[in-house]
């Protein structure tokens, strides 16, 4: 089983800065089942990020993700508002075959 | 557009079985999606408790396997999720969610884009 963990557990930022977010797994991955969502209070995830690099219809662009193996990051430019959720970064592929992370909470500085 | 809609008891007596469904719209269950149930204590982060293509072909997270038995009714075009033996750790939001995919293996399957439709979900409580 792979387990994914991410760091750091909350940050907190400022809007128009940038947010670095880390998703580790236990094992090396393909990249191609890599993916990222985005969740607010009392709405469902939203998927921001598919194989880890490509945006989901209707994503702003100042949303992107990148890695590869064992680490993958998804980077937020120029904070707006309403980024700021929780983040999950999820495997859909071979483990178990489905697994998130443990979320990270942006929040606002 | 492909929709999702949960339903099912809000309440379900500790021991006993959780039943749920989604309903979809805006396509076909047929179509070439993996549907699945993802669930959320309150407070907490995200588990996958399984998923299952129109076929019937399920794939459980094997630490609900025991428990989860997960279906398909084309002709509603609707799948469902049981859980027995429940307790208050199950209580939880429980989505449906779906993505396109592909089987690897008997045992495995992958998504070609993750899971890109949600239901709004469902909160069940355990409780006498």
């Known amino acids: 089983e792979i387990l994914l963990t991410q760091s750091p557990g909350t940050l907190s930022l400022s809007p128009g800065e940038r947010a670095t977010l880390s998703c580790r797994a236990s094992?090396?991955?393909?990249?191609?089942?890599l993916g990222w969502y985005q969740q607010k209070p009392g709405q469902a995830p939203r998927l921001l990020i598919y194989?880890?690099?490509s945006r989901a219809t209707g994503i702003p662009d100042r949303f992107s993700g990148s890695g590869s193996g064992t680490d993958f990051t998804l980077t937020i430019n120029r904070l707006e508002p309403e980024d700021f959720a929780v983040y999950y970064c999820?495997?859909?592929?071979?483990?178990?075959?489905?697994?998130f992370g443990q979320g990270t909470r942006l929040e606002i500085k | 557009q492909l929709q999702l809609q949960e339903s099912g008891p809000g309440l379900v007596n500790p021991s006993e079985t959780l039943s749920l469904t989604c309903t979809v719209s805006?396509?076909?269950?047929?179509?070439?999606?993996?549907w699945g149930w993802v669930r959320q204590p309150p407070g907490k982060g995200l588990e996958w408790i399984g998923s299952?293509?129109?076929?019937?072909?399920?794939y459980y997270n094997p630490s609900l396997r025991s428990r989860v038995t997960m279906s398909v009714d084309t002709s509603k075009n609707q799948f469902s999720v049981r859980l027995t033996a429940v307790t208050a750790a199950d209580t939880a939001l429980y989505y449906c969610?779906?993505?396109?995919?592909?089987?690897?293996?008997?045992?495995?399957?992958?998504?070609?884009?993750?899971?890109?439709?949600w239901g709004q979900g469902t909160t069940v409580t355990v409780s006498s």
């Open positions: 969610a779906g993505g396109e995919g592909s089987s690897s293996s008997w045992s495995q399957f992958y998504l070609y884009y993750g899971m890109d439709v």
């Open positions: 805006g396509g076909s269950i047929s179509s070439n999606h993996y």
């Open positions: 299952i293509y129109y076929t019937g072909s399920a």
């Open positions: 094992h090396s991955v393909r990249s191609s089942y």
């Open positions: 194989g880890a690099s």
């Open positions: 999820q495997l859909y592929g071979i483990s178990p075959p489905v697994t």
